[in-house]
Nanobody, 123 residues
Framework: QVQLAESGGGLVQAGDSLKLSCAAS????????MGWFRQAPGKEREFVAA??????YYSDSVKGRFTVSRDNAKNAVYLQMNSLKPEDTAVYYC??????????????????WGQGTQVTVSS
């Protein structure tokens, strides 16, 4: 059984940086993707970024500002968030999975989810 735990969320001002971490317990295959989604109040969960086999993927809204990285030895994935904007405010969820028949930017691709960490960006 895989469990994911996010950390690093908080309250920051617009333009600040924040780094989220996600630690996984249990085995996650190196071929599996690990990624980040976010959900703002009243909105659907949306794709933020993912990493699989060394390749990274980003939503258009965060491309150039966020960086996803992974440490397979530590079973961890990270999200460095720079130039934060108020519209980045959301609960951020870590995910892991490899349902290859589903697009990676869809929640259905992922098998395991963390509980989420709140990121609030004030203007």
């Amino acid at each position: 059984q895989v469990q994911l735990a996010e950390s690093g969320g908080g309250l920051v001002q617009a333009g600040d940086s924040l780094k989220l971490s996600c630690a996984a317990s249990g085995r996650i295959f190196s071929t599996a993707a690990m990624g980040w989604f976010r959900q703002a109040p009243g909105k659907e969960r949306e794709f933020v970024a993912a990493i699989r086999a060394g390749s990274t993927y980003y939503s258009d809204s965060v491309k150039g500002r966020f960086t996803v990285s992974r440490d397979n030895a530590k079973n961890a994935v990270y999200l460095q968030m720079n130039s934060l904007k108020p519209e980045d405010t959301a609960v951020y969820y870590c995910a892991a999975g490899q349902k290859f028949w589903t697009p990676m930017n869809r929640p259905g691709y992922f098998d395991y989810w963390g509980q989420g960490t709140q990121v609030t960006v004030s203007s």
